[in-house]
Structure formats: C-alpha cells, structure tokens
C-alpha cells in the first residue's frame, strides 16, 4: 500500500492556459474522488468515479472542467481555459467499495496558482 | 444535504494543555462522521471515524471523539497537547445515504501549540 499519489504537487500557470492533473489511487481502491480546497476552507467535493464510470459531478465543476478515469485506475482532472479564481488546492481520494468503515485515503494535493 | 459547523477558525492551547475542537452536524439520515488532520501543503489524514457502535471513538495520535446524538456533535479531544498536534483540523460528515459516500466538510479549525 503505497497510498494515494498525485502529480504534480505544484502549477503555476498563466490565465487562459489548460492544465491537466494525474491521481493515482491505492491499487486495490474502486472508488475515486476529486475535491478543490480553497484558502481558508474546507475542502468541496467536484466529482466522483466508480472504476470508469462518473458518476456525480458538482455543480461547481464548470464545463471549464473535465475529469477521466479511463481504465478504472489512474485518474486525470483537466481545468481548460484556467482562470484565477481556479487558484486552489486539488485533492484527489479513493475507497474500497463495500467496506465498512467508509473511509476515504487523500493524496497530497496539486496546489495550483494561477497568475 | 447535510452539513458541518466548526466552532472556533483558531484553537489556541499550551503544550500539555486539553484540546477541545467542536464539531456540529446537520443530517437528514444516520450520520457518518470524521475527523481529518491537515498538515501544512500535505493532503487530509484521517484521525478518526464513527459510523456505528460505540459512540467514543478513538483514534491515532491520542485523540478521541464522542458522537452525541442529542447534541448533534461530534467533539474531538485530546488530553494533553503536543507541539506535534499544530495543525488544521477538519470535521466532516457523509453526504450521500445511497452509499456514494462524499463528504462534506467544515471550513476548518487551525489548532496551535505554544510552548
């Protein structure tokens, strides 16, 4: 168990450019999440994978916004045309579907800053 | 929806001193709750659970929560503070009774440890 991984810890980048985010979950976990973390608050969930399939988005998750999990493991979070109000940390969890205990396992984050 | 309050953005105590963080939560269903510890530019680690059972949970580092149905809290504590326990600390409960299980969380609250 090599926990949660996320890549890259930090981006800077200019107004209007894309940028992409990569999660790779623990190996066995089936349930993926994504969550953006803004300064001095909690962190808000934006979607949600069940192996391949999304299956919620949050409302915040603009159509600026697109997330893929193609094969059921690693995960991406694609922010086009990012703006700076995109400014915030990205997290990415995962769970094991059908445990009890309902925990999810967060990786370190991508702070991104946009400028 | 459900939701979470966290009483207190900022805790201040001295090492050796009582930690008390509340927690208050509002849901519709049989809430699932949690406590996370985030160190500075580090992801979400999870302290401590309740979901069922016994409603003192304990949990790493000395800490401990006790789920009160009448009160709708969900307080952590830890008898004797370390310098160690300065961190951000996030209340969080789950969100979807269809068994999803996204979480909604707090907006935080930063614990301080002086000497």
């Known amino acids: 168990d090599t926990g949660v991984s996320q890549d890259p810890r930090h981006k800077i980048t200019k107004r209007g450019q894309n940028v992409t985010f990569r999660c790779d979950p623990i190996?066995?976990?089936?349930?993926l999440y994504w969550y953006r973390q803004t300064l001095g608050q909690g962190p808000e969930f934006l979607t949600y994978f069940q192996n391949e399939a999304q299956l919620e988005k949050s409302r915040l998750l603009s159509d600026r916004f697109s997330a893929e999990r193609p094969k059921g493991s690693f995960s991406t979070l694609e922010i086009q045309r990012t703006e700076q109000g995109d400014s915030a940390m990205y997290l990415c969890a995962s769970s094991l579907l059908g445990t009890a205990t309902y925990e999810q396992y967060f990786g370190p984050g991508t702070r991104l800053t946009v400028t | 929806a459900q939701s979470v309050t966290q009483l207190g953005s900022h805790v201040s105590v001295s090492e050796g001193a009582l930690v008390l963080l509340r927690c208050n939560y509002s849901s519709s269903v049989p809430p699932y709750l949690f406590w996370y510890v985030q160190y500075p530019n580090q992801g979400l680690q999870l302290l401590l659970k309740?979901?069922?059972?016994?409603?003192l949970v304990k949990g790493i580092n000395g800490f401990e929560a006790e789920f009160k149905k009448s009160e709708t809290s969900f307080h952590l504590t830890k008898p004797s503070a370390h310098m160690s326990d300065a961190a951000e600390y996030f209340c969080?409960?789950?969100?979807?009774?269809?068994?999803?299980?996204?979480?909604?969380f707090g907006t935080g609250t930063r614990l301080l440890v002086s000497p």
């Open positions: 190996s066995e976990h089936n349930r």
């Open positions: 969080a409960v789950r969100d979807d009774p269809t068994g999803f299980q996204k979480l909604v």
């Open positions: 309740y979901t069922t059972g016994a409603t």
